[in-house]
């Protein structure tokens, strides 16, 4: 929680200094100021020793329906394996609903249903995930290119056994604390993101379940105006004094966004066309 507090403080102190750093620096350069801040003070916090290293791809697909410019719906598949050993981890299928409040915020939920590999061996178990999320999404600077977004989310894992007391599974809750920067470089199509991500956990936790954080850098690749493909990598450690989990993890997503065509927006689109009939 010590670090989550420094983390926090550290974002206000950076945001604060890059309104005032002189107006004469270009914006990238000040981006790439905020960039080395980041990462400095994330080296840091990467000191603990004998850690217990795995590397993963996480290969995953997301169907987003836009029904409006407030609601939105995603369905999303994930799979993930051992790189190591090529081995099966887990999979997982999520529902999501989402409502754009305004420019700014954002709020939605989600349910997660994941068959896990545990620890390898084969044994496969089952889990309902339910997530509860805010955000805030904010533009900074005159030319509107540099991106900051805090995300807040509060999620709960707990084993599945069929035909047996839903309460005898494994209960992990998660307050997660994301802050994500991207930035728009002009004439050029995969735009940087770099994000660092907190897990807090909850009361009455497993003896197994630690405090993590997540760092990830990544772009966005657009196929046209329905489809793109991310591709990210993160590295995870956990909080743990004595052999701490750590993941190096490359992922790939394949996005498609559907809208949906109400009569307003079909009427819109026919206007557009009968215009440019007319003026052709």
Known sequence: ????????????ISIKMYLKINKNIDHLSRYIWIFMALISHSILIISQRMPNVGN???????????????????LENQFRYSIDNIEFDRNFTEFQIKERVNDQFSWGVSYRYI?????FENI???????????????VIGSNSRLNLKYKLQYQRRRENFFNTNKFIGELRKFWRFKTTFSYNIADWKLDPKL???FFIRGNNHPTDQFNKYRISVGTQKKVNKKQSISFKYMYEKQYKSWN???FHVLAIKYNYQLKHQTKNYLNKQNEKNLLFLIYC
């Open 244 to 246: 701490p989990e750590v």
């Open 115 to 119: 068959v896990k590999n545990h620890d």
């Open 56 to 74: 993963e791809n996480w290969l995953s697909g997301n169907l987003s329906l836009k029904v409006n410019k407030h609601w939105e719906f995603n």
């Open 1 to 12: 929680v010590t670090y989550l507090i420094k983390w926090h403080i550290f974002c206000f």
């Open 195 to 197: 994000g660092i991500e």
């Open 124 to 138: 496969f178990q089952n889990y309902n995930r339910y997530n509860y999320f805010i955000s805030q999404n904010l």
